[in-house]
């Protein structure tokens, strides 16, 4: 009972094997004639055998879910390791494979995305999408419904509410000085006393008694 029900996965699970082995083929015979890094041969090589030997497993175990867990984000590594410009852009093994050869391939993949029982087995299985959507990144293939993520609602941020902040008090204005004021302030009286008999000495009256 346990092989009929797994006889459609295994049989998709070989479709896929198949058409990554044919561009693992491509790469190798194409990689002389368009002067590949060899050290780019070796990681895209690897990464497509990675991508089928890693879509056999998920689809012959599929993996329990997982209790969700409020888990406390990771800090950034202070200086992150370079990525490659390549791998940012869509096709970008098409970009590296050109000719027909790549394109069937993409073809194939394109027809195995389509197939009822890998729509069926994506429902019961999601976690393969997470070897389908980078192949679709690496060939230039739209993501089909089936293949996209469910956007999860963003949770409403909670503003705190701020405690009413009391206007600015302006100072209390004084009233204007006048030019006397202001001619006192600027050039004060000298506080030294005046003797007796200066010009500008006040006049005392003294009162005969």
Request: with cysteine; glycine share 4%.
């Amino acid at each position: 009972m346990e092989r009929e029900n797994n006889a459609p996965a295994q049989a998709l699970s070989d479709r896929l094997s198949a058409i990554l082995l044919m561009l693992r083929q491509i790469l190798g015979a194409q990689a002389r004639t368009l002067r590949l890094n060899p050290s780019l041969q070796w990681a895209v090589w690897n990464r497509l055998l990675f991508l089928a030997r890693r879509f056999g497993a998920l689809a012959a175990n599929p993996p329990k879910p997982r209790p969700i867990r409020t888990c406390k984000p990771k800090p950034t590594p202070e200086t992150p390791a370079p990525k490659s410009e390549l791998s940012h852009r869509k096709g970008w093994l098409m970009l590296l494979l050109p000719g027909y050869q790549a394109a069937g391939a993409r073809s194939q993949l394109i027809h195995l995305l389509d197939d009822p029982d890998l729509v069926s087995l994506l429902a019961e299985n999601p976690s393969l999408g997470r070897v389908l959507r980078p192949l679709c990144h690496m060939l230039r293939i739209s993501l089909p419904l089936h293949l996209q993520r469910e956007r999860k609602p963003r949770k409403p941020r909670l503003h705190c509410a701020k405690p009413a902040q009391k206007p600015p008090q302006k100072p209390p204005q004084k009233p204007p000085l006048t030019l006397l004021e202001h001619l006192l302030q600027k050039y004060p009286p000298p506080v030294r006393p005046m003797l007796p008999g200066h010009r500008y000495t006040p006049t005392l009256n003294f009162s005969k008694s």
